[in-house]
């Protein structure tokens, strides 16, 4: 079966445990460390296959709010995580799919992230840049976790 749904692929060679990466995944204070303007009341998480989750990204400069959270679709922990992505209240069927994979590697994780529902390409300034951005204030937090 071949899918036409956009998508997109990041990966991440960390120099941390997978173990700290899930947790910066699963974990709402450490959500909120990394996560760019998102108020750590604002997270909600039932890291569970159904369970849901929520937040809030604020503009800092126009104080604009963005509410974000889905549906874990499947949870196998420290090595997969696959969550929908969007309006919180998006029926699973239309929303956007996150598939996190994590291998560890000794004491480094390769994270792949793969987001199937939105097209994005490096330089699109949306999703691939966003995502990217994201993902790098993900690896300084965790290098500063390791320190």
């Known amino acids: 079966m071949t ?3 956009p998508e997109f692929t990041i990966t991440r060679n960390l120099n941390v445990p997978r173990e700290l990466v899930w947790r910066a995944w699963t974990e709402k204070k450490e959500l909120a460390a ?3 303007s998102t108020p750590l009341e604002s997270i909600s998480f039932d890291v569970r296959e ?5 937040y809030t990204m604020v503009n800092a400069q126009t104080g604009e709010e963005y509410h974000t959270g889905g549906v874990f679709l499947d949870v196998v922990p420290f090595e997969r995580l ?12 239309n929303s956007p799919v996150v598939t996190l994979t994590l291998a560890a590697h000794g ?6 992230f793969h987001l199937r529902g939105c097209a994005g390409y490096p330089g ?3 999703f691939y840049d966003g995502w990217s951005s994201a993902l790098d204030d ?3 937090h965790l290098l500063d976790q390791k320190q």
């Open 138 to 140: 993900l690896t300084t």
């Open 34 to 36: 990394w996560l760019p």
């Open 50 to 54: 159904g369970g849901r989750y929520r």
């Open 124 to 126: 699109d300034k949306y």
């Open 107 to 112: 004491d480094r994780t390769e994270m792949i």
């Open 3 to 5: 899918s036409s749904a």
């Open 82 to 93: 696959v969550f929908t992505w969007g309006d919180p209240d998006a029926p699973v069927e």
